[in-house]
């Protein structure tokens, strides 16, 4: 396997990206619909949903899906039991004890987290201008989001969250080059239904799937499809491509996502305030993605397993 450093301008490296934080954006107004639903359920039976329906399509598009490894298994366990269970346990947790633009603000705070870790775990250094850019996309994020109130127990809540959607992406990182973005989208959802059936046994009893209304099946069968299978995939193949500091920058479509969403739904205009916040989004876009920027690539030999996402699929991270 041959590694190269080289610069990449195609912005259509951050498309899949860009897509798949627009549908976890667009899942925001949906996620409403279960909250009177039995939590562990309703997310043990989206993510096995999710893990049929790509298990069934990485078949019918003939992608590998390698098997895990040694320390693989512990990284993907711990992938999903912070960055999808414990995750979704805080934002529930916190609810009561912050509005819930105070979670979305700590959350929005991600892209500076991956701008300086994620470099490091691809053996770079951060990069000022991706951290900068990231700072901005942040700051859009929050006006668009709104601050809201919480006290010390929603700010320790809102802190898990954020730890918890950073890790979503910083524990894939040294698994892609080998699982690919297929490879770890399977065995993560795996793992994490494993993980919310067994919590969902234990805390709500094996009846309380028939607790799920007619609405909250429709919110776990969009979930499933496009917010779990087809996100990410196209997540993990962005970071797979452009790194996680680069890939972290589109989190900030996911907000500006839900409140152009949040219009159709509710019907209500957004004020200044959110139209400032998605010029600024967009403005640490443009300066994030906009210039040249070094990405870590890799040449597979003849005997390398594909990433599995046809235009991406010749593009890996290396430990």
Known sequence: MHTENRPSSSLGSYLPGAAGM?????????????????????????????????????????????MPRGREWLLLIALAGTGLVLFNVALVRGAGHAEPAAIAVAVASVPVVLGLVGPLLEGRSPTRRLLVAATVVTLGSVLVQGVGRTDAVGVMWATVA????????????????????????????????????????????????????????????????????????????????????????????????????GVFVTGDVPGAFVWVGVAVVAGGLALGLGGRSGVRRVRPTPGDATVALAPLSRARLTD
């Not at 009177?36 to 999710?50: E, F, I, K």
């Open 22 to 66: 627009a549908l976890v954006g667009g899942g925001v107004a949906v996620s409403h619909l279960l909250v009177d639903a039995p939590l562990m359920t309703a997310q043990a039976v989206r993510y096995a949903a999710a893990a049929a329906v790509l298990l069934g399509a990485a078949r019918l598009l003939r992608r590998h899906v390698p």
């Open 162 to 261: 954020l730890a918890c959607e950073a890790a979503f992406t910083l524990l894939a990182v040294p698994l892609l080059p080998r699982l690919g973005a297929w490879g770890v989208s399977v065995h993560s959802v795996v793992v994490g239904t494993v993980l919310f059936a067994v919590l969902a046994l234990a805390l709500e009893g094996p009846t309380a799937v028939v607790r799920l209304s007619p609405v909250a099946w429709a919110a776990v069968a969009y979930l499933a499809v496009l917010v779990t299978a087809v996100a990410f995939v196209l997540w993990y193949a962005t970071v797979a491509r452009v790194g996680a500091a680069s890939a972290g920058l589109l989190t900030g479509v996911a907000p500006v996502a839900a409140a152009g969403i």
